[in-house]
């Protein structure tokens, strides 16, 4: 057998790597990262603009892997290329972000390989992909990050921003429908720094694409705006890297690239290749495939020097040459544009601006008040004042949610630095592609009706999985909303969202509340977070009778304590039945019955404070506890113990005035007042 060129040795190396480690695992998918090897290539080595060495230098280009089941082809190639591991801070460190030892304990505990790429886990794992479809919408995210902060940071003679990003995406990818909401988006906005190269293997989980799959995805994405490119061969590296190159010359819209690819390529035993989909190949199977590819049989996780070397020289050397011009162009901007330099600092820092809260209004006690989307609406435009990096919109309901930033224009093809989002009716879009903003620095935020939570909950629950400090704005939080009925008012979702992990789910009772509240979310910066907001108004309580909302960050507090401080019972409230619990209180109080009320904006806020704190806001011996939320009793059990009541939903809405609707389900100071006497026995 003749010599294999460098080029085919390095990839060979990425095949039997992942190979190797599905194989240890005895769990994973090696076919594709045997398949994509080429394009994984020839992608970093020849185009990916990426210093191993400095894996988060906020200039680089982007690489996703949406097809995170493939995730040893990312491991390989990042271990391969040299990617240097960073510390909390983001600084680089001694030794690999992916080691050969955790390529061998892959899927194991305590290794960076998991089952599918974890964004935190290791450098140059941009986002968390897994759950199909994800990644290719944190791509748009991700392209049109570059496109705002082009347009904002950007000075002739400094273009510091001018990365593209390159997502790899399979058939799983294509037909799951968050990717039509974010190609859709993308093609709109022309994003022309964004390449999706599509793995067109023709078979998915159960068999051949045939089975459900038959769509002209070259048609559709034209339908979108994109351009389309095909490559016939995905060992062809040349005509690869000509599909790439066209992608780079193409900036006035996104471009995709089918590429025809064999699952498991080089596999000598088909059917054992289609077994092998989703499984190891078995050891066998492993040796025939080296023998294939002209490798020793029996070697292990052999990495030739060689390799190594060559990849150093590719992307290591020109990525290495990229990031210095750019740190010298930084340098120099710096000096004409001093306030612009000292804001991107920030950004990339991880931190607020300077003075980011002075514009948080305060609300007077007005007994009529405001809805708390009209309150929160006005605490956005405040902070958006002195935070220039904040930016969002809503899926086709800024009027409704109250998110428009007065004073900035809407962000388009003809103005990528506007501030205001327009995402379409895209709900699951929207929220991956401000996952995919948050990865690049901005703060993003994203608005729409609570109960659409659900339409977009897989990319919710990614933000919370990866720590990013998403904004959702989520307006008309229950039935409160009315006469749209059943269909629009959330039941179950304050359960639901509370029970995802990481995630601040936020309820606010007033506009000082709102205000508050708001305060304490923008300056937790590993937690997205839940704004639940509502349609009518809530009065403005009086902070001279009752305690300061400041002590909303605490998750729960003593809004009111019973006359004598000797309380017999407690009632908490959420959101827009605080004021239905501040009734309660207030003639119970009259009926001289001790009674506590305490406002518990975020469950997860209170979680985290010390126990006397908890202790001092619920004291255990007190057990007449009554809970009052429009939802579901679900998550308040751990608050209410066994003697708690609760009012609140145990069915769907209705569809009525709202007024109407709390009486009909009886959320009501009566009622409350009733739960109150019988848990003190006083029925
Ligand atoms: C949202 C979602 N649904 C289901 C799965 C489980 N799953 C993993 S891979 C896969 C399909 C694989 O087919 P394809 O996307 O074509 O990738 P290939 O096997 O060709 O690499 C499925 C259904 C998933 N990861 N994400
Ligand atoms: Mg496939």
């Not at 460190?93 to 390529?103: N, R, V, Y």
């Not at 062809?236 to 690239?257: F, M, N, S």
């Not at 294939?292 to 052999?302: K, M, N, R, S």
Request: charged share 20%; proline share 6%; aromatic share 8%.
């Amino acid at each position: 057998m003749s010599t294999p060129s460098i080029e085919q040795l390095a990839i060979n190396t990425i095949r039997t790597l992942s190979m190797d480690a599905v194989q240890k695992a005895n769990s994973g998918h090696p076919g594709t990262p045997m398949a994509l090897a080429p394009v994984a290539y020839e992608l970093w080595q020849r185009h990916l603009r990426y210093d191993p060495s400095e894996p988060l230098w906020p200039g680089r280009d982007r690489f996703v892997l949406s097809c995170g089941h493939a995730s040893m082809l990312l491991y390989s190639v990042l271990h391969l290329a040299g990617v240097r591991r960073v510390d909390h801070h983001g600084n680089p460190q001694d030794g690999l972000a992916i080691t050969e030892g955790d390529i061998k304990n892959f899927r194991q505990l305590g290794s960076p390989c998991a089952g599918h790429p974890e964004y935190g886990e290791a450098a140059g794992i941009e986002t968390t992909t897994g759950p199909l479809g994800q990644g290719v919408g944190n791509s748009v995210g991700m392209a049109l990050a570059a496109r705002w902060l082009a347009a904002h940071y950007n000075r002739p003679g400094f273009e510091l921003f001018d990365f593209r990003t390159y997502a790899l995406c399979s058939d799983g990818d294509l037909m799951e429908g968050i990717s039509g909401e974010a190609a859709s988006l993308a093609g709109h906005l022309k994003l022309g720094n964004l390449l999706w190269i599509y793995d067109d293997n023709s078979i998915t989980i159960e068999g051949e694409t045939e089975l459900a799959f038959s769509e002209d995805v070259a048609k559709r994405f034209a339908g979108y705006g994109w351009n389309t490119l095909r490559v016939d061969d995905a060992n062809d590296l040349a005509a690869i890297g000509r599909a790439i190159e066209a992608a780079k010359q193409t900036t006035d819209r996104p471009t995709i690239i089918i590429l025809k690819s064999i699952i498991g390529y080089g596999a000598p035993n088909k059917a054992n290749t289609h077994a092998a989909h989703g499984a190891p190949l078995g050891a066998d199977e492993v040796k025939l495939t080296k023998k294939f590819y002209g490798w020793p049989e029996d070697a292990q996780f052999l990495v030739p020097d060689e390799v190594r070397k060559h990849f150093a020289e590719g992307v290591g050397r020109r990525g290495q040459a990229a990031r210095e011009a750019w740190e010298r162009k930084l340098a120099e901007y710096a000096k004409s544009f001093p306030k612009e330099a000292a804001e991107l600092r920030t950004m990339w820092a991880g931190k607020l601006p300077e003075g980011w809260d002075k514009g948080i209004p305060t609300f007077p006690a007005d007994a009529k008040g405001l809805a708390s989307r009209v309150s929160s609406g006005k605490v956005l435009n405040g902070l958006a004042k002195h935070y220039p990096w904040l930016i969002g919109g809503s899926a086709d309901l800024a009027p409704s949610t109250m998110t428009l930033l007065e004073h900035t224009d809407s962000l388009s093809s003809h103005n990528y630095g506007g501030r205001n989002l327009h995402f379409g009716i895209r709900e699951h879009g929207m929220a991956a592609v401000c996952n995919g903003l948050s990865l690049c620095g901005i703060r993003p935020y994203g608005a729409t009706f609570f109960v659409f939570t659900d339409y977009m909950r897989p990319a919710l629950r990614l933000s919370a999985i990866m720590r990013r400090p998403v904004i959702y704005v989520l307006t008309h939080d229950s039935i409160g909303l009315g006469e749209d009925g059943p269909t629009h008012q959330p039941i179950e979702h304050l359960s639901a969202c509370r029970a995802i992990p990481q995630l601040d789910v936020i309820r606010p009772g007033d506009a000082n509340e709102v205000a508050e509240c708001y305060r304490t979310a923008i300056q937790r910066m590993h937690h997205p977070a839940a704004m639940v907001l509502s349609r009518q108004n809530l009065p403005t309580l009086d902070r001279t009778k009752f305690a300061p909302a400041s002590l909303c960050g605490r998750g729960a507090y003593v809004l009111a304590e019973a006359p004598g401080g000797k309380p017999q019972a407690i009632v908490m409230a959420t959101g827009s039945e605080l004021d239905i619990a501040v009734k309660a209180w207030e003639k119970l109080t009259a009926e001289g019955i001790a009674v506590r009320l305490v406002s518990v904006p975020c469950f997860e806020w209170f979680d985290e404070q010390d126990d006397a704190y908890r202790a001092s806001v619920l004291p255990r011996e007190i057990k007449a506890r009554v809970a009052v939320e429009a939802g579901v009793r679900q998550c308040w059990d751990r608050f209410l113990g066994e003697h708690g009541r609760f009012v609140g939903m145990s069915t769907f809405g209705g569809s009525a005035p709202y007024a109407a609707l709390y009486k009909h389900f009886g959320i009501t100071p009566e009622h409350v007042i009733a739960e109150v006497k019988a848990a003190l026995g006083r029925a």
